[in-house]
């Protein structure tokens, strides 16, 4: 028997919540036989500030994630976390 590999993974961005990157990339997953999980870590949707940046990135290493893709406004603030 085969076990799954299972992945979470996501984009930390503002107003990011009619991005088609989930849908993207959980296909692409599955189509590797993975279970793979992307999420949508929206600022504006969870009321945080721009500043909240550090602590995002370390609550998804807390939760396990894989990676995670960065977009506006935070192109250039995640320079010195890498």
């Not at 503002?14 to 599955?30: N, T, V, Y």
């Not at 721009?50 to 396990?64: F, K, M, Q, W, Y």
């Amino acid at each position: 028997m085969t076990e799954k590999t299972s992945y979470r993974v996501g984009l930390i961005g503002a107003d990011i919540q009619l991005s088609k990157s989930p849908a993207l990339h959980m296909r692409e997953g599955a189509a590797h036989g993975l279970d793979y999980v992307y999420e949508l870590v929206d600022i504006h949707a969870r009321n945080l500030p721009e500043s909240a940046l550090p602590t995002l990135l370390d609550e998804l290493v807390e939760r396990g994630f894989a990676g995670t893709n960065i977009t506006h406004p935070f192109k250039q603030a995640v320079i010195p976390y890498l």
